[in-house]
């Protein structure tokens, strides 16, 4: 294993070209923040680089229940809390119950018409939207540096597993048709995670293994959590418009609008959330070049993703392997690949690059059966097992507070 990751890892350094699957050029690390907040859901704003901007509620308090020993009870207290009209459990920290009804409230903005059609459109959409949002946006992740090490370093790294399946509660909570009515679990499953990331700012800076190799002080910074946000809407948006997938405006529009949403209730800052399509491209054009990259344990997260996702095909594990291997490079291309030393497959590769269209287009009833290729039928069923796996090990996990981080750096 260790021969393969040091391969993998050179591999990785010698990828060049384009982020086509973001529309972005490559490199640009010293980007300055220019985006201006006119373009944002508040319309104004500071514009202060959110590079340098937290979460100034969450993080002290998170901070106080960490070192106070609060954490576990917490835990226990909020393993029932699932829906998003339901009372907090009694019991609380008054500090935590206070900071929590203010944060389970919806902005003044959200419209709740758009909202219902963005649950029928991820209805209507969910094969392809949660192949991007799953495969493709799990291999973007691990090639955005900061994100990569965040995730490794922290507790959720020793077992990705159970980390892909809780993070995975939340982007299937967006997809629900109940996602923010009373009855769903969107709100839950974005306070939690807002409670999570305030835990992992505090934690990890006190690990050595993190400290070393991340060159920062603090981590998810506001920055950091719309480089992740641009890799499940924005992305997911743009393939779906370069695969000619038919999407109604008032689609888009609504689709868009439940993320946005999600942002706010994550702890964004409404100046930092783009208002339209236009914005939240240019914000992504400006953010994702000067966090993007490979790194040695973005290459580890990715072998482990891709693992998990070979184990799920009937192939035979050599061969579903090297189907995911050719699925994910399609679906991130090159560059990307490259970074996350995804190997090439001389067989799966073009495969996968000939039927993927054209499955796309029988899916939308613009061709019919017998154009179809034989192969289409195979990625299409591994895609079906996967996606059904990881909706499945999503509702068997809940998010819950760390307490510590990963408890060492193999």
């Not at 048709?177 to 006190?206: E, F, I, M, S």
Request: charged share 20%.
């Amino acid at each position: 294993m260790a021969e393969l990751s040091r391969r993998k890892i050179l591999i990785s350094g010698g990828a060049l070209g384009t982020l086509g699957a973001l529309g972005v050029a490559f490199p640009a690390r010293a980007m300055p923040w220019t985006w201006a907040p006119t373009g944002s859901i508040a319309g104004a704003g500071a514009g202060v680089d959110p590079r340098w901007v937290w979460d100034e509620e969450a993080d002290p308090l998170v901070a106080s229940l960490l070192d106070r020993g609060a954490v576990p009870e917490v835990n226990r207290l909020l393993w029932d809390w699932n829906r998003n009209d339901q009372p907090l459990p009694a019991g609380l920290p008054a500090d935590l119950r206070d900071f929590m009804e203010r944060a389970r409230q919806l902005p003044s903005w959200a419209d709740q018409g758009k909202l219902e059609i963005a649950a029928q459109f991820n209805k209507s959409r969910g094969f392809y939207l949660n192949l991007l949002n799953g495969v493709g946006g799990g291999m973007l992740s691990t090639a955005i540096p900061k994100e990569a090490r965040a995730v490794y370093y922290s507790k959720g790294g020793a077992d990705m597993e159970d980390r892909v399946a809780k993070t995975s509660l939340l982007g299937f909570a967006v997809g629900d048709l109940n996602a923010y009515r009373p009855d769903g679990t969107c709100v839950v499953q974005a306070v939690k995670t807002r409670l999570v990331h305030a835990a992992v700012r505090h934690l990890l800076p006190q690990s050595p293994y993190w400290g070393q190799v991340s060159g920062e002080e603090i981590p998810i910074s506001q920055e950091d959590m719309l480089v992740t946000w641009h890799t499940l809407p924005t992305y997911a948006m743009r393939k779906l418009r370069g695969w000619n997938v038919p999407i109604k405006t008032a689609e888009s529009e609504a689709y868009l609008h439940v993320w946005q949403v999600t942002a706010h209730m994550l702890g964004i800052r409404d100046e930092y959330i783009p208002a339209s399509w236009d914005a939240a491209n240019a914000q992504s054009d400006q953010i994702l070049p000067r966090n993007m990259g490979p790194t040695p344990e973005g290459v580890k997260l990715t072998d482990i993703l891709l693992d998990q996702l070979a184990e799920q095909t009937s192939l035979g594990t050599k061969a579903s392997r090297s189907l995911c291997n050719a699925l994910a490079r399609y679906l991130v291309d090159d560059q990307i690949a490259g970074w996350d030393g995804i190997e090439r497959e001389p067989v799966w590769d073009p495969a996968v690059r000939t039927a993927w269209p054209l499955l796309v287009k029988f899916r939308e009833g613009l061709i019919p059966l017998p154009l179809v290729p034989e192969i289409a039928w195979v990625i299409d069923e591994a895609l079906r097992k996967y996606i059904l796996f990881y909706l499945t090990k999503a509702k068997e996990t809940k998010i819950e507070i760390p307490t510590i981080n990963r408890p060492n750096s193999s």
